[in-house]
């Protein structure tokens, strides 16, 4: 062999071996959907949440333990039953360059409380009536009453700058958002992907990738071939089939853990034909939620009859689901005649398993309901869900709701007062159960107010609770990273092992 050939194949094998240490600089994640939005204020769905939660820190965070631990706030302390005071770090800078204050807190909070602003998650945050710097990095929050979820809420209020975001319509600061979070915005291909970079500057942990593309991939087959074929690295929404196909594969594996995640199906009291309890009381029935998680899915999902998981606070031991019983389902609608008839649209999103909505759908249908599944894009099955008025709103949906809080004010008041854009129920007396559940310091009396609800949601039909979810991750083999009950994915969280 001449020195030239050999000159030649140490160069062609260098550039090879650059190209694979490039590649692994990069993260491609699979997910469902593009991001409803990057403003951190403006949406709670999975697929924003995954990309949006690296670019911003929190006011706190939990670990991978789920404990509540510091983030932009490195201490606090009650002052007493409505007041919160919190200790601001003081060496951390947005992505701009200019300094995180408590200025930018106070902004932060104060915006995502704003009726004006109508962000979908203010009934979390709703009991917090004021935010006030006291000092260059002491910020005091105070609510309209004991709230003792207070904290466990923050996890998920992010810091946005003051200076940028009041100064930016909310359109621009969603197609340019500005953190100060591990990873920074660098571009969003709509429809496509969006790409973040490491932020070498980040006061905490660095990320071990230089980039992060989030991918949209509505089509679980193609993320699923997708990881096989090296591709991507990590992907999300896959169900037990897939797993199961995954876990013969060379070179990947499966990353599972139980969620504080409710799967649901939501039913719009407010109008006909649910506005009938007997009829939202034979759509219970109906329905086989044992069939759906043991037989359909198979991950490891548990049926619940109430609207949280033994990982909350407030789960409440005890309220066994609404028997399945088809027929006497279909009696009950026989007997409605046509009221029981009225054409219902069974809203759901592509990020959902399609499998689960079709089955209810089939169990509804053969039980003498009419429905019909509406099938869209995440972004336009989030903003009916959350019409202000009943009428617009669709009869069914599908949902899996999750507070990342571990407390069931996060998931309840939200999903059933009547204050909230994403309630389908008005009962005056579930509303003050709820209110006194979430401002009294008792933690008995919180317990007892929830054994209240969970009779009256089951009761009245008000919501369907089906089951407690598992997640399901996809990961190249040399992934290393430990999904956490909240599904959050913290890339500076993750490594890769050669």
Same mark, same amino acid.
């Given at each position: ?132 710097? #006291? %000092? $260059?990095?002491? !910020?005091?929050?105070?609510? /309209? ?6 904290? @466990?809420?923050? *996890? &998920? ?73 090296? #591709? %991507? $690295?990590?992907? !999300?929404?896959?169900?037990? /089939? ?6 013969? @594969?060379?070179? *990947? &594996? ?74 006497? %389902? ?7 005649? /046509? ?160």
């Amino acid at each position: 062999m001449s020195i030239r050939t050999t000159v030649a194949i140490a160069a062609i094998a260098a550039a090879l071996s650059a190209g694979v240490a490039q590649a692994k600089d990069q993260l491609v994640v699979d997910l469902v959907n593009e991001p409803s939005t990057l403003d951190p204020h403006m949406q709670w769905n999975p697929d924003s949440y995954y990309v949006y939660r690296n670019i911003f820190d929190n006011i706190v965070t939990r670990d991978n333990d789920g404990e509540i631990v510091p983030q932009v706030a490195t201490a606090w302390e009650w002052l007493s039953d409505t007041e919160l005071e919190l200790t601001i770090r003081d060496d951390i800078t947005f992505h701009d360059g200019e300094k995180l204050t408590a200025d930018d807190v106070v902004y932060s909070v104060k915006r995502i409380t704003d009726p004006d602003l109508a962000s979908p998650q203010i009934g979390q945050f709703a009991a917090i009536i004021d935010a006030e710097k #006291t %000092a $260059d990095n002491k !910020v005091v929050l105070t609510t /309209d009453g004991p709230y003792p979820v207070l904290l @466990a809420q923050l *996890v &998920k209020l992010s810091v946005v700058p003051e200076h940028v975001v009041a100064n930016e319509s909310e359109q621009d600061f969603n197609a340019n958002p500005i953190g100060s979070g591990p990873y920074t915005f660098e571009t969003w291909d709509r429809g496509v992907s969006v790409t973040l970079d490491k932020n070498d500057d980040y006061w905490g942990d660095q990320g071990a990738f230089e980039t992060v593309n989030f991918k949209a991939v509505p089509d679980a087959s193609t993320r699923v071939a997708n990881l096989r074929a090296g #591709t %991507a $690295d990590l992907i !999300v929404s896959i169900d037990s /089939d897939q797993a199961m196909q995954l876990e013969t @594969a060379g070179n *990947v &594996k499966v990353l599972t853990a139980p969620t504080e995640r409710v799967a649901f199906m939501g039913m719009n009291t407010l109008v006909p034909p649910l506005n009938d309890p007997e009829l939202r009381r034979a759509a219970a029935m109906a329905i086989d939620r044992e069939g759906i998680a043991l037989g359909l899915l198979g991950g490891g999902e548990q049926v619940v009859g109430q609207m949280a998981t033994s990982a909350h606070f407030g789960y409440v031991d005890g309220i066994d689901p609404i028997p399945y019983d088809p027929e006497q %389902a279909a009696e009950i609608i026989a007997a409605k005649g /046509d009221a029981a008839t009225v054409p219902m649209t069974f809203a759901t999103s592509p990020v959902f398993d399609q499998r689960i909505v079709q089955a209810i759908q089939q169990m509804l249908n053969e039980a003498g309901f009419n429905v019909e599944i509406g099938l869209t894009d995440m972004a336009t099955y989030l903003k009916k869900a959350q019409n202000a008025d009943p009428e617009q709103r669709p009869q069914l949906n599908f949902g899996r709701w999750s507070c990342a809080c571990q407390d069931v004010d996060g998931v309840e008041f939200p999903l059933l007062h009547s204050s909230s854009n994403w309630s389908r129920v008005n009962d005056p007396e579930l509303d003050a159960l709820l209110e006194d559940a979430r401002t009294t310091v008792d933690s008995d009396q919180r317990l007892d107010d929830y054994a209240k609800v969970a009779e009256i949601v089951k009761d009245n039909t008000y919501i369907l609770p089906l089951y407690q979810a598992t997640a399901l991750y996809g990961a190249a083999g040399a992934l290393e990273w430990q999904p956490t009950a909240n599904e959050s994915m913290f890339i500076n969280r993750m490594s890769w092992s050669e």
